[in-house]
């Protein structure tokens, strides 16, 4: 949506901010998927990596990872996490926080599914030991697994997933003719939801 169709929306923030989700973020059948910056701060120390947001519902965003990785080490003892969503092209950010839970076991399925080949072979070969290899070697083992699996890739084991449930989402629109404004949606204990307006 343009800058001068935000006007309208700016003025006339709906109750809901799955309205707003749906406006802001592409389809779950769009294969271009947005990059975010996920938060955590498992013992105290903040950490922070950029991921790609799967898909989304009227429960919550989600994102993929390698069961081996530090996230998901850090998910297990701290499940409170940020994500940060930009379009700078918009002038638009989406910040979230939330607990992030397993996702189910039928949307890992269809999340690797809707995967790029890259992505599909990424989530197999993307270890430590395999970034140890010298780039010609690195080249070589790619090319040679790709050629093996013509047929596709199957759902790694080490394939994971997450639901981030969110508590509050905050909306920042830029607008060069004046001030950048947000506006943030807590949820309450009854799971509805708070509106409050916040300089930009």
Not at 122 to 130: D, K, P, R
Not at 142 to 154: I, K
Request: no cysteine; hydrophobic share 40%; proline share 8%.
């Amino acid at each position: 949506m343009s800058l001068a169709g935000d006007a309208e929306i700016r003025d006339n923030w709906p109750e809901d901010p799955w309205q707003l989700l749906a406006e802001w973020l592409p389809s779950n059948a769009d294969p271009a998927r947005p990059v975010m910056t996920l938060a955590t701060a498992a013992d105290g120390i903040p950490d922070a990596r950029t991921l790609l947001l799967s898909e989304w519902d009227e429960h919550g965003l989600y994102f993929h990872t390698d069961s081996r990785s530090r996230k998901v080490r850090q998910l297990a003892a701290d499940p409170a996490v940020a994500l940060m969503l930009h379009f700078p092209e918009s002038a638009r950010q989406l910040t979230v926080q939330g607990i992030a839970e397993p996702a189910p076991t039928d949307e890992l399925r269809r999340a690797f599914r809707a995967r790029s080949a890259y992505l599909q072979q990424l989530a197999w070969q993307n270890t430590i030991e395999f970034a140890g290899l010298p780039l010609a070697d690195r080249l070589r083992a790619w090319a040679a697994f790709r050629d093996d699996h013509a047929d596709g890739f199957g759902q790694p084991p080490t394939w994971t997933g997450y639901l981030v449930r969110p508590t509050r989402l905050t909306f920042w629109i830029g607008n060069p003719d004046t001030a950048s404004r947000r506006t943030e949606y807590t949820r309450t204990a009854d799971g509805t939801w708070t509106v409050s307006l916040l300089a930009g």
